[in-house]
C-alpha cells in the first residue's frame, strides 16, 4: 500500500501526523494503533496494513510529535538508545489527549464507520490500558506493557473489553509483577489475559531478538477475535470457504479461485509440503499439480466444522479412486487404481474477506497402506478402517494393540 498520513488536531491546538490504512472495502470500524518507543517505523506502518486487510479504518498517530515529529527507528543499539532518551522525555498523560485527539479525529473521517478500538505494543501497551480508562475508545488490546503495575489504581475506571498479553519471560515484568497486575485485572470480567510461556518482551515484533511466530500468531488471532466481537466486521467465512472449494472440486477454475484469497497467499499440505507461497506461485500449483489432478470421482464427506474470528477448521473424509497422479497428495506415484479414504482436517486463516492459508493434515501411512505403498502388517497403521471408524463411533478401538488392548479392554 502507498503511504498516507492525516493531519490530527491536538486539544491544546498544536497538529500532528498519523500514519492511515485504508480497507479495500473502503469504509469499516476505527482502530488506532499506538506505537513502541521507535515511533511510526515499518513494524508499525506493516501491522496498520495488515489490520486494514481484515476491514479497519486504521491510523498510527506519531505520539512523540512533541519532541520531535516523523521519529522513525529501528532496533539496533544506537537506536535503542535514542528510543530510551525520547522516552524518558516522554509525557504521558499529553499522549493520552492526542491519543483521544486522534479518535475525534478519525470519527471525522467519512470512511469510519461504527465503532473504535486501540491496540498497542510495549509502551503502546500502556496507553491502550490508559485509553480505556480515560476515553471513550470502545475496546482495546495491550501487548506486553512497560510499567502497568504503577497504573493499577486506573483499572476500575476500565469499562471497555481489553485484552492483554503477557510474555512468561519478560524481562520488564518478571512473574511476582506480572501476578500482581493480573491480580487487578481479574476484578474487571470483561478483561481477558493470556500469558505466553517461554517468550520475552516484545515476541510479536518481527525484527526483534526475541520474535516467537507460534505465539505471535495465536496473539493475533484472540486479539481479532476481540475485536470481531466488539467492533465488527464480521464475515461469513463459512460461505467463503464453501465458494472457494466449489471453484476448486465442483468448477476446477483456477481463474475463479485465485480472486477469493488474498494477494499473496499460501498453501501448505502438510504431510508432503506441497502448495504455494504466494499468487504466482499458489496459481501454477493450483494449475498443474491440484484443481486438474483430482479423479473423477474425489468425493469430500463432511464430518464437522468450528468457525472462529479469522479461521475455518474443516473435518472431513477424502475419498477417490487413484486413477491418476494426484501430485498434491501422492507425488511422484504413478496411478495404482485402488480406492481409498482418509480422514482430513483443513484449518483455514482468513483475513478480512479473503482466504489467507490453508494448512491440510491428514494421515499418510493410511493413504500409502491403502494404495499397496506400504505394507501395514506388524505396523502402528490403519488403512480404510481409520475413515470408517471416524463415521461409525461403534466400530472396534484398540486393534493396533493387539492382546494388550484385548486384556485392558475385557469387554
Given at each position: 500500500?502507498?503511504?498516507?498520513?492525516?493531519?490530527?488536531?491536538?486539544?491544546?491546538?498544536?497538529?500532528?501526523?498519523?500514519?492511515?490504512?485504508?480497507?479495500?472495502?473502503?469504509?469499516?470500524?476505527?482502530?488506532?494503533?499506538l506505537?513502541?518507543?521507535?515511533?511510526?517505523?515499518?513494524?508499525?506502518?506493516?501491522?496498520?496494513?495488515?489490520?486494514?486487510?481484515?476491514?479497519?479504518?486504521?491510523?498510527?498517530?506519531?505520539?512523540?510529535?512533541?519532541?520531535?515529529?516523523?521519529?522513525?527507528?529501528?532496533?539496533?543499539?544506537?537506536?535503542?538508545?535514542?528510543?530510551?532518551?525520547?522516552?524518558e522525555?516522554?509525557?504521558?498523560d499529553?499522549?493520552?489527549?492526542?491519543?483521544?485527539?486522534?479518535?475525534?479525529?478519525?470519527?471525522?473521517?467519512?470512511?469510519?464507520?461504527?465503532?473504535i478500538?486501540?491496540?498497542?505494543?510495549?509502551?503502546?501497551?500502556?496507553?491502550a490500558?490508559?485509553?480505556?480508562?480515560?476515553?471513550?475508545?470502545?475496546?482495546?488490546?495491550?501487548?506486553?506493557?512497560v510499567?502497568?503495575?504503577a497504573?493499577?489504581?486506573?483499572?476500575?475506571?476500565?469499562?471497555?473489553?481489553?485484552?492483554?498479553?503477557?510474555?512468561?519471560?519478560?524481562?520488564?515484568?518478571?512473574?511476582?509483577?506480572?501476578?500482581?497486575?493480573?491480580?487487578a485485572?481479574?476484578?474487571?470480567?470483561?478483561?481477558?489475559?493470556?500469558?505466553?510461556?517461554?517468550?520475552?518482551?516484545?515476541?510479536?515484533?518481527?525484527?526483534?531478538?526475541?520474535?516467537?511466530?507460534p505465539?505471535?500468531?495465536?496473539?493475533?488471532?484472540?486479539?481479532l477475535?476481540?475485536?470481531?466481537?466488539?467492533?465488527?466486521?464480521?464475515?461469513d467465512?463459512?460461505?467463503?470457504?464453501?465458494?472457494?472449494?466449489?471453484?476448486?472440486?465442483?468448477?476446477?477454475d483456477?481463474?475463479?479461485?485465485?480472486?477469493?484469497?488474498?494477494?499473496?497467499?499460501?498453501?501448505?499440505?502438510?504431510?508432503?509440503?506441497?502448495?504455494?507461497?504466494?499468487?504466482?506461485?499458489l496459481?501454477?500449483?493450483?494449475?498443474?499439480?491440484?484443481?486438474?489432478?483430482?479423479?473423477?470421482?474425489?468425493?469430500?464427506?463432511?464430518?464437522?466444522r468450528?468457525?472462529?474470528?479469522?479461521?475455518?477448521?474443516?473435518?472431513?473424509?477424502?475419498?477417490?479412486?487413484?486413477?491418476?497422479?494426484?501430485?498434491?497428495?501422492?507425488?511422484?506415484?504413478?496411478?495404482?487404481?485402488?480406492?481409498?479414504?482418509?480422514?482430513?482436517?483443513?484449518?483455514?486463516?482468513?483475513?478480512?474477506?479473503?482466504?489467507?492459508?490453508?494448512?491440510?493434515?491428514?494421515?499418510?501411512?493410511?493413504?500409502?497402506?491403502?494404495?499397496?505403498l506400504?505394507?501395514?502388517?506388524?505396523?502402528p497403521?490403519?488403512g480404510?478402517?481409520?475413515?470408517?471408524?471416524?463415521?461409525?463411533?461403534?466400530?472396534?478401538?484398540?486393534?493396533?494393540?493387539?492382546?494388550?488392548?484385548?486384556?485392558?479392554?475385557?469387554?
Amino acid at each position: 500500500m502507498s503511504e498516507s498520513f492525516i493531519e490530527v488536531v491536538a486539544q491544546d491546538g498544536g497538529r500532528f501526523n498519523a500514519y492511515i490504512a485504508r480497507p479495500a472495502q473502503g469504509s469499516g470500524p476505527g482502530l488506532v494503533l499506538l506505537q513502541e518507543i521507535f515511533g511510526i517505523n515499518d513494524y508499525l506502518k506493516g501491522m496498520a496494513d495488515r489490520y486494514a486487510e481484515e476491514g479497519y479504518v486504521v491510523v498510527v498517530p506519531d505520539l512523540f510529535w512533541r519532541m520531535k515529529p516523523g521519529i522513525q527507528l529501528g532496533y539496533g543499539e544506537a537506536d535503542m538508545k535514542q528510543a530510551l532518551g525520547y522516552l524518558e522525555r516522554f509525557d504521558i498523560d499529553r499522549a493520552v489527549d492526542d491519543i483521544a485527539a486522534t479518535m475525534a479525529a478519525l470519527r471525522a473521517l467519512p470512511e469510519q464507520a461504527g465503532k473504535i478500538g486501540a491496540i498497542g505494543y510495549c509502551l503502546g501497551g500502556k496507553l491502550a490500558m490508559l485509553s480505556a480508562a480515560r476515553t471513550d475508545v470502545d475496546c482495546a488490546v495491550s501487548y506486553y506493557g512497560v510499567g502497568l503495575e504503577a497504573l493499577l489504581d486506573e483499572v476500575p475506571a476500565i469499562r471497555c473489553p481489553m485484552v492483554f498479553h503477557f510474555p512468561e519471560q519478560d524481562s520488564y515484568c518478571p512473574p511476582e509483577t506480572r501476578e500482581r497486575i493480573s491480580a487487578a485485572l481479574k476484578t474487571r470480567p470483561q478483561i481477558e489475559q493470556y500469558v505466553y510461556p517461554g517468550c520475552d518482551h516484545a515476541f510479536a515484533t518481527p525484527g526483534r531478538a526475541h520474535y516467537d511466530k507460534p505465539a505471535t500468531m495465536m496473539a493475533y488471532s484472540r486479539s481479532l477475535a476481540m475485536l470481531r466481537k466488539v467492533l465488527g466486521p464480521v464475515y461469513d467465512l463459512n460461505a467463503l470457504w464453501e465458494q472457494h472449494c466449489y471453484y476448486e472440486f465442483v468448477t476446477r477454475d483456477v481463474d475463479a479461485v485465485m480472486p477469493t484469497m488474498v494477494a499473496e497467499p499460501y498453501v501448505n499440505h502438510v504431510p508432503t509440503m506441497t502448495g504455494g507461497v504466494g499468487h504466482d506461485h499458489l496459481k501454477r500449483f493450483y494449475t498443474h499439480h491440484f484443481v486438474h489432478s483430482n479423479p473423477e470421482d474425489t468425493k469430500l464427506i463432511p464430518i464437522s466444522r468450528t468457525i472462529g474470528a479469522d479461521r475455518v477448521v474443516d473435518e472431513f473424509v477424502f475419498s477417490c479412486t487413484h486413477t491418476c497422479e494426484i501430485d498434491w497428495l501422492l507425488p511422484g506415484v504413478a496411478p495404482t487404481g485402488k480406492y481409498f479414504e482418509v480422514p482430513m482436517l483443513a484449518v483455514v486463516c482468513f483475513r478480512g474477506d479473503k482466504l489467507y492459508n490453508e494448512h491440510i493434515y491428514w494421515d499418510q501411512a493410511s493413504v500409502l497402506a491403502q494404495v499397496g505403498l506400504i505394507d501395514p502388517k506388524g505396523l502402528p497403521v490403519a488403512g480404510i478402517e481409520s475413515a470408517r471408524k471416524l463415521l461409525d463411533e461403534s466400530l472396534p478401538s484398540n486393534q493396533l494393540m493387539g492382546a494388550k488392548a484385548a486384556r485392558s479392554n475385557p469387554a
